[in-house]
């Protein structure tokens, strides 16, 4: 094997190894992030048993964490005429990677705190003691915090990159 081949190897395999542990910092399953990494630096669509070798996991893990990443949208399935194997592929685009994660986050946990936060709000919106006060004051301001976040994430996640970008640089230019 090359030195180059050698070297690609180990940097991939740090990569993958490393969005593991970043996925997991962020709330996200090891494995699931793990075989992300891999499939997002493939050339070529992987078979669950490629993926199960590879990452030394096996294939139920493999298979459950195959799912979620497709429930997720962030791979797909690849059917390969006369072939019995399923195939997978990453989509590899990080625009798309990252607004396909944000409308999932948002989805996931933005709209279920938010609906936690006006259950709380309305359950206490007549309560007079200050104590019923005080917290339907702090659940409001947090549902107006997370709306606000809610269309922030939105906003980006269904805008085009460069214009994204643009706002980006601009906003932070002028710090």
Known sequence: MSAEIENWKAAREEFVSQWGAIGNAWGINRTLAMIHALLMTSREPLSTDDIMAELRISRGNASTNLRELIGWGLIRQIVRKGERKEYFEAEKE?????????????????????EVLTRCADQTKEDRSPEARAFHKQMAELREFLKLAERVVETIATSEQGRVLKFAANLFAKR
Do not use: D, Q
């Open 94 to 114: 990080v625009w798309k990677i990252f607004s396909t994660v944000a409308r999932e986050r948002k989805r996931r946990e933005l709209v279920p705190a938010l």
